[in-house]
T-cell receptor
Framework: GAVVSQHPSWVICKSGTSVKIECRSLDFQATTMFWYRQFPKQSLMLMATSNEGSKATYEQGVEKDKFLINHASLTLSTLTVTSAHPEDSSFYIC????????????FGNGTRLTVT | QKEVEQNSGPLSVPEGAIASLNCTYSDRGSQSFFWYRQYSGKSPELIMSIYSNGDKEDGRFTAQLNKASQYVSLLIRDSQPSDSATYLCAALGDSNYQLIWGAGTKLIIKP
């Protein structure tokens, strides 16, 4: 149980284009999903908290107009990296809780984004 | 600022020995703690959750929590080369239910 599916697993795009990453909870409903970014050899950095039916909450320093989050249903959240640049190349990972607020996060497999 | 501290390692342990990973946290109000394993290039996977003081065992893994000392540990018995990974400790913030992550300890099991 508690499977989080993320797609695509990797993507290469040209600078200036936009990339959409999907995150789905397959066997549970997730009112809240979390988007993380991880650069090589660094720890997880929370980018934003995605809330079903309302605006996402972004962490300090994360541009909301660049990283568009949509959480239109209880099982799907999307992250769109707009006008991507090489410095946006990173490992993006979504996660969600299947239970109460103190239950663990379950992670998707991540998306490796490379911007050329 | 609320923090979770881990030794970055690498921690090198011979195969078959016990690996001991440690973590301290600053938010005394934290009540829930988690250990995740992350292989290089992969996303984190949950190893253990612990909510009460004392030990919690699951197979070769034992999590230990001491809230008075604000200390969490993970023991891996009979370490295998496949246990080589980065282990992340996380504490759940008391007020906003956000996870506070440690930077991770790299564990290397030597055959």
């Amino acid at each position: 149980g508690a499977v989080v599916s993320q797609h695509p697993s990797w993507v290469i795009c040209k600078s200036g284009t936009s990339v959409k990453i999907e995150c789905r909870s397959l066997d549970f409903q997730a009112t809240t999903m979390f988007w993380y970014r991880q650069f090589p050899k660094q720890s997880l950095m929370l980018m934003a908290t995605s809330n079903e039916g309302s605006k996402a909450t972004y962490e300090q320093g994360v541009e909301k107009d660049k990283f568009l989050i949509n959480h239109a249903s209880l099982t799907l959240s999307t992250l769109t990296v707009t006008s991507a640049h090489p410095e946006d190349s990173s490992f993006y990972i979504c996660s969600a809780r299947s239970g109460t607020n103190n239950s663990p996060l379950h992670f998707g497999n991540g998306t490796r984004l490379t911007v050329t | 600022q609320k923090e979770v501290e881990q030794n970055s390692g690498p921690l090198s342990v011979p195969e078959g020995a016990i690996a001991s990973l440690n973590c301290t946290y600053s938010d005394r109000g934290s009540q829930s703690f988690f250990w995740y394993r992350q292989y290089s290039g992969k996303s984190p996977e949950l190893i253990m959750s612990i909510y009460s003081n004392g030990d919690k065992e699951d197979g070769r893994f034992t999590a230990q929590l001491n809230k008075a000392s604000q200390y969490v540990s993970l023991l891996i018995r009979d370490s295998q080369p496949s246990d080589s990974a980065t282990y992340l400790c996380a504490a759940l913030g008391d007020s906003n239910y956000q996870l506070i992550w440690g930077a991770g300890t790299k564990l290397i099991i030597k055959p």
